[in-house]
């Protein structure tokens, strides 16, 4: 019991094989080898990839006795993950061979550039995190809800995030990318101009939490024994993609800028429980070796119509946490964290993420024993030897703090686990030791290109619209400049479009490094507009209503409203309510100052002659329907309405996706289209 098992290079082994429990890390996963850290070769150098070498000296280095850098205003839901198709055939990771068993799951959707105390409806990336506690160990999926980033290596994070965030000098602008040192940055590092597209895009402006997509970014690993498959991760939602109108966004933030955060809040509480698919696309070594792009690029996609995205789960929200601090502001998630059977790729982004994420959750969080905090906490078996440090909330119970040891299984503590343990791919490593980028990740415009080329003209045309606007807030004339020369090896009518907004003279294009590929065909998986939910369910009808306003025309809003899923709220002069004609009294949700159109996806205005004539006075009240004209909402109306419609310079009757409604069956053509986005054919 007490003797050890010396491998070839002399070093000594004690196993689960003699009856000890498994020694495990801080997530709960299963240690193969204790006794030598991950190297290039046996007396290669260190991989920067071995996460318990790393856990293990972090932990010690820290045994003697503040808001995130970046994703500080961010949002948490508990939920679980439930498998539906099985990938015993390329992995050994149980949460995904395990068809229907369901795994307790934690999110963490956020802003990437805002302080905790900004606005939900910034255009900014959101953050996309998802914290598996499977039964071999917490399994972190830390993404975006874009699918590329603006660096290729993790080294530039640094100045990435300096560049977009409050100038030192001045400490504003706040949560946005509108300034000269986002776009100096950017037009300085033309690997960016992929991301670049995705950031101007509808995705940074997001109508809900709950109608984006996620995405893991990176190419990972799927392991089974020494067999490896590429994987990239996707959620998909299952309300479809939405977004916002720029404008809208602006006034929403003013109008309630807790907005994404109170939307997904009401779902869970009303049992509308959000869900994504989580889909994998899977590749060998020969198609990237054939693919177009480095598949280790992370400013690169892999168009869904060249490796379909195969749907393998879901992911459900159905429990609002208990404690915004406790558990939202503490989760720690680590790019690190992965279980037996899933692995990482030589990305260089991915693996500088690997090594940064225990330092931030250090700093953050104080200490070493983060991991004792319930939310990050496994919820498997785990042991190890780990001891003492800031805020340690558990130690290892009897003599023994260390292994090999003689004190056997009843007080010797955990052992490896060459069986169950984590093993990594054992991939051939050979090279230089140098700081270059590899030629392969040099072409920085065909995708961004693919990416234009595959939305739709209205979304061209808000893409068009955003880099106006941010170009705009940017003093330097060159700064400006280089961004339109950039674009010009995108599409040059987005090009040009940009630099009539500016006033400026057309530049000559940027000389690419790599002649960008003209030939990519368009991929229909990157538009918004082409895979929108197809009913209104998840969304919200806004019902402004007067004094008198006809009960079976609002009962009849509400009833198909409530039974495609979505919801209504009721807008009214004051927050007291209305009486109806049938004299039954509703309540206000809203009054009228305080609830504007921009926070519902499609408006009705009820009104009688007195109530539209009283509303005429009211600016607010113009507002609500001027607005709701403007953003292309599908709006029903009443003929007593167009008196407000007229006060506010608008001619109801004459306006694209506009119903008169005068009883309950006349409602049936403003249902039919309620189950589009908007009215995109609106002039205007």
């Not at 290596?153 to 100045?159: G, S």
Request: charged share 25%; aromatic share 10%.
């Amino acid at each position: 019991m007490d003797d050890v098992e010396l491998n070839k290079g002399g070093a000594s082994h004690q196993t689960t094989a003699d009856g000890y429990d498994p020694l495990t890390t801080q997530q709960g996963v299963p240690v193969a080898d204790d006794q030598n850290h991950l190297k290039a070769g046996t007396r290669g150098p260190m991989l920067v990839e071995d996460f318990h070498f790393r856990e293990k000296l972090f932990h010690f280095d820290h045994e003697r006795i503040p808001e995130r850098v970046v994703h500080a205003r961010g949002y948490g839901m508990r939920g679980y993950f439930e498998l539906t198709d099985d990938l015993s055939d390329v992995t050994d990771a149980k949460v995904l061979t395990e068809v229907g068993t369901k795994t307790p799951a934690f999110m963490r959707l956020s802003t990437v550039a805002g302080s905790a105390g900004s606005p939900d409806l910034v255009r900014d990336v959101r953050g996309f995190a998802v914290k598996l506690y499977t039964s071999e160990g917490n399994w972190d999926l830390v993404g975006n809800n874009i699918p590329v980033f603006f660096i290729q290596d993790a080294i530039k994070f640094p100045d990435l995030i300096h560049s977009v965030k409050p100038a030192p000098d001045r400490g504003f602008p706040q949560a946005q990318s509108a300034h000269d040192n986002f776009w100096d940055f950017v037009s300085l590092t033309p690997e960016s101009m992929h991301m670049v597209m995705w950031h101007v895009s509808d995705r940074t402006i997001p109508r809900s939490l709950r109608f984006m997509e996620g995405f893991g970014v990176h190419t990972f690993r799927l392991l089974k024994g020494d067999q490896s498959t590429f994987v990239k991760f996707h959620w998909k939602p299952k309300l479809g993609m939405q977004s916002v109108l720029w404008n809208e966004a602006v006034k929403i933030n003013g109008a309630d800028p807790d907005y994404h955060r109170r939307d997904i809040w009401n779902a869970i509480e009303a049992g509308d429980y959000p869900e994504w698919e989580l889909g994998v696309q899977l590749f060998d070594q020969e198609f990237a070796d054939s693919f177009a792009f480095d598949v280790l690029d992370p400013t690169k996609i892999i168009p869904e119509e060249e490796v379909p995205v195969r749907i393998i789960g879901r992911l459900v929200l159905d429990e609002n946490v208990d404690n915004f601090f406790a558990e939202t502001e503490q989760v720690a998630f680590c790019t690190q964290n992965v279980v037996r059977g899933i692995g990482f790729t030589n990305d260089p982004l991915l693996q500088g993420r690997n090594f940064s994420y225990l330092d931030t959750q250090l700093k953050r969080l104080g200490g070493p024993n983060f991991t004792h905090i319930p939310v990050n906490a496994p919820k498997c078996p785990f042991a190890n030897f780990q001891q003492d440090g800031h805020m340690a909330m558990r130690n290892p119970s009897g003599r023994a703090n260390y292994e090999p040891n003689s004190w056997g299984t009843d007080e010797g503590g955990p052992r490896e686990d060459p069986e169950n343990g984590y093993k990594h791919h054992p991939q051939e490593v050979s090279g230089e030791a140098v700081r270059l980028r590899p030629e392969s990740f040099a072409d920085h415009y065909s995708q961004a290109r693919q990416f234009y080329i595959s939305q739709t003209e209205v979304e061209q045309g808000h893409m068009q619209d955003a880099l106006a606007f941010e170009l705009s807030k940017v003093e330097r004339a060159d700064i400006r400049e280089r961004v339109v020369a950039h674009l010009r090896n995108i599409d040059d009518g987005l090009a040009e479009s940009v630099a009539d907004a500016l006033g400026m003279d057309l530049p000559d294009a940027i000389e690419p490094l790599v002649k960008p590929d003209q030939s990519l065909d368009a991929s229909d998986a990157l538009s918004i507009l082409k895979n929108g939910p197809n009913s209104f369910a998840g969304r919200t009808l806004g019902i402004l209503v007067s004094e008198g306003a006809d009960a079976d025309l609002v009962s009849g809003l509400q009833s198909w409203v409530e039974d495609v899923g979505g919801s209504c709220k009721i807008v009214a002069p004051t927050v007291v309510g209305v009486r109806l004609s049938d004299d039954g009294e509703l309540e206000a949700d809203e009054k009228i100052e305080g609830g504007p159109s921009v926070l519902f996806d499609a408006v009705a205005v009820i009104l009688t002659a007195d109530g539209a004539e009283q509303l005429a006075d009211i600016p607010e009240a113009r507002d609500f329907v001027s607005d709701a004209v403007a953003h292309k909402k599908f709006i029903a109306f009443t003929d007593d309405a167009e008196k407000l419609f007229e006060a506010a310079g608008l001619e109801a009757n004459a306006i694209e996706g506009c119903f008169a409604v005068s009883d309950v069956e006349s409602l049936d053509a403003f249902f039919h289209q309620l189950k589009e986005l908007r009215a995109w054919d609106r002039d205007g």
